[in-house]
């Protein structure tokens, strides 16, 4: 079978409603109030500095080669995209795990699995204690010579982050492609009968939701219990938790909301709906986003927008090719503390109850 046919990139028409209902499934999911949240941005409405805390978690970009071309995606990953991380970077993502006794490894794209090295590097990290997470589009389980990655990620006991942005078909197609909504189901019952979203298996399986237009995402604990009921009801469909996650205005996301006169509309949404609180939990204080040339930023959004991380040799001369912070600076220096990049499309982590890579931020 080959790589999943997608129609060409198409702007949508605006839809009526965040979230469309099924009539058979009377479920009320509204997005998040806008309520202005109690902030201290400084003047002009510029996101609040920020530091590094602890550095836990690598976030690694293989590939931007994907299965897929969805609407939302920052990332504009497809299967036309080439950039593959090479050989001798991969070889330095489990000396810096080691370097910086690092807790977590999170593996990205693209889909990361279409990377021919994804398999050896997640047997030598998870040799270490390494906890690895696998963003994964479920219909990768399914494409030709990766029939047995499911058991793959079983056996290796891989954190799955499975992305389903809607429980319904109609919804999940007009991000993803036609077919896509199936193809998801069935690779997650897939992931289930191995024992992925089982009580007491130890492998863990988490979704994640995305709005489908111009709106924040609903409250992520509501919402879970839906995709819990419909998925459980309709498929036989279970797993431990739903990451409800906003779309940032960056890359394709970004084209179609200004082609639709919405973009603006959209980032200021984002600034009204800034909340303080969330500033003390944003993914970029314990996490460095690494691309497959293997230059760090502060986070996957940054990496898309070109935005550096900051601190260290490449404060000197950051717009340089030759210049930018790598992962091999990280063998020999310890990134806590760093000023940490921020811009308008940072609004999208701290609006409302706060998105980040595990979901809402707000309790």
Known sequence: MPLLAVPPLAVPRRPARSHQHDPDHPVTIAPQRTTPGRDRLEPGNVFPPLRRSRLETLQVNLTYRCNQACVHCHVNAGPTRTESMAADVLALIPAVLAARKLRCLDLTGGAPELHPGFRQLVRRVRALGVEVIDRCNLTILQEPGQEDLAAFLAAEGVTVVASLPCYLQDNVERQRGSGVFQRSIDGLRQ???????????????????????????????????????????????????????????????????????????????????????????????????????????????NQQLGLVASGGPAAQAAGEPGERPHLRDLLRRDPNGDPIQVADHCFGCTAGSGSSCGGALAA
């Open 191 to 301: 992931l289930n009968s191995l024992g992925y979203g089982q009580p007491g298996s130890g492998l863990e399986l988490n979704l994640v939701f995305n709005p489908q237009g111009a709106v924040l995402p609903p409250a992520q604990g509501p919402l879970e219990a839906d995709y819990r009921r419909v998925l459980a009801a309709d498929h036989g469909v279970v797993f431990n938790r739903l990451y409800a996650l906003a779309n940032m205005p960056v890359q394709r996301f970004a084209a179609v909301l200004s082609a639709q006169g919405e973009l603006e509309n959209y980032r200021e949404l984002l600034r009204r709906s800034h909340r303080d609180a969330n500033l003390e939990q944003v993914m970029c204080r314990q996490l460095i986003s690494v691309d497959w040339q293997g230059f760090l930023y502060d986070c996957d959004f």
